[in-house]
């Protein structure tokens, strides 16, 4: 039997699909080399949404809001400014002596017969204690290299004051740029997704301001309790477990592992002690503290948080996993909103079944 010929099979491409194309593949590009400025412009974003409220707040009161913007953002320089003027110096005076003390703390560490025979294998303990002399004997050369690189330093300022008034324009200009926005789209649009957007950047500004508010309780309660047990260097731990705990969930374990740590080399109460604060502070931080800051604004679970901070942080690093819990919370409110038709109608075919 003869086969049937083949059928030809035309695909039409029109100019315009082609134009779009292009168009997508050059905003692609754009967005791969300019990434950098990218990530600037997203970081202040997220600080002029994370402050939109107060300055709403102020603009119900009366107030114009580029004078409003301008209070807050002064206020936040002033406090910033005066946290860096008090603590610099003690923090890092500490930190060079905390450094240099190292090798000294990981003999009293390792001093047990029970951490020295879990050490030994391979010469652990040796390599250990030979890399914490480098680290103690190359610090002040790296403060000098840190101290000589004038160049970088003022890269930094001049990146750090240009992401300053971008968010505080930003911050100026939100309802200006939302009206722009809900302009392109029709009306019934808007009246569904502008109460959706009020609620994302209430979201955003309760999280920031909230875990800004915990990190400062925890570092509070940690060097506090440092100081009453006589752990070496109270500011510097206070520090380094208030950074660590604006990374939701996992943050505040990992700086009760330090300050147990630093704990072990008084003496081996301090460390049951320290166990014990932690312990206590971390239930009333994550059941009383951490529900009134954040469930009424973010309402996310556990899982979804750890879920959020794992994806966020292998993307943008520390500061990924800080901002992942609010950025979580917008995609929640978002897809709730987007799957509210759909869910009322399962209901009422449920009802009618």
Not at 325 to 336: E, G, N, Q, S, Y
Request: aromatic residues 8%; glycine residues 8%; negative net charge.
């Amino acid at each position: 039997m003869s086969q049937p010929p083949a059928q030809r099979v035309e695909v039409v491409v029109s100019g315009r699909t082609l134009l779009v194309l292009l168009g997508v593949g050059l905003l692609v590009a754009l967005a791969i080399v300019s990434l950098g400025t990218l990530l600037s412009i997203f970081l202040a974003a997220v600080l002029a949404l994370g402050l939109d409220p107060i300055v709403g707040a102020l603009v119900r009161r009366g107030w114009k809001r580029g004078r409003a913007s301008l209070l807050v953002f002064a206020l936040l320089f002033a406090s910033v400014f005066a946290l860096v003027v008090l603590a610099a110096g003690p923090v890092w005076d500490q930190v060079v002596e905390f450094v240099g003390n190292l090798p000294e703390y990981w003999d009293q560490l390792t001093s047990t017969d029970g951490f020295q025979q879990l050490t030994s294998t391979a010469d652990a303990d040796q390599k250990i204690a030979s890399a914490l002399k480098d680290l103690a004997a190359g610090l002040p050369d790296a403060a000098s290299t840190l101290l000589g690189a004038a160049g970088s330093v003022f890269g930094s300022v001049l990146s750090l004051v240009t992401l300053t008034f971008l968010a505080l324009f930003l911050l100026m200009e939100r309802p200006t740029i939302t009206d722009w926005l809900f302009g392109f789209a029709p009306p019934a649009a808007e009246q569904r997704w502008h109460p959706v957007l009020e609620e994302s950047i209430r979201a955003v500004s309760s999280s920031l301001l909230g875990n800004i508010a915990i990190s400062v309780v925890a570092g509070t309660v940690a060097g506090l309790s440092a100081w009453a047990l006589g752990l070496p260097f109270p500011i510097v731990l206070a520090v380094i477990t208030g950074l660590l705990d604006l990374i939701p969930q996992v943050g505040a374990t990992i700086a009760a592992v330090i300050l147990t740590a630093v704990a072990l080399t008084v003496s081996t109460e301090a460390a049951i002690v320290t166990v014990v604060i932690q312990l206590i502070y971390q239930q009333l931080e994550n059941y009383v503290v951490y529900p009134i800051v954040y469930r009424q604004a973010v309402e996310l679970s556990p899982f979804t948080t750890i879920v959020a901070v794992l994806i966020a942080s292998s993307i943008l690093g520390v500061v990924g996993a800080i901002l992942a819990v609010p950025f979580a919370a917008v995609i929640k409110t978002v897809l709730r909103e987007a799957g509210e038709p759909r869910r009322e109608r399962m209901a009422a075919l449920r009802e009618a079944a």
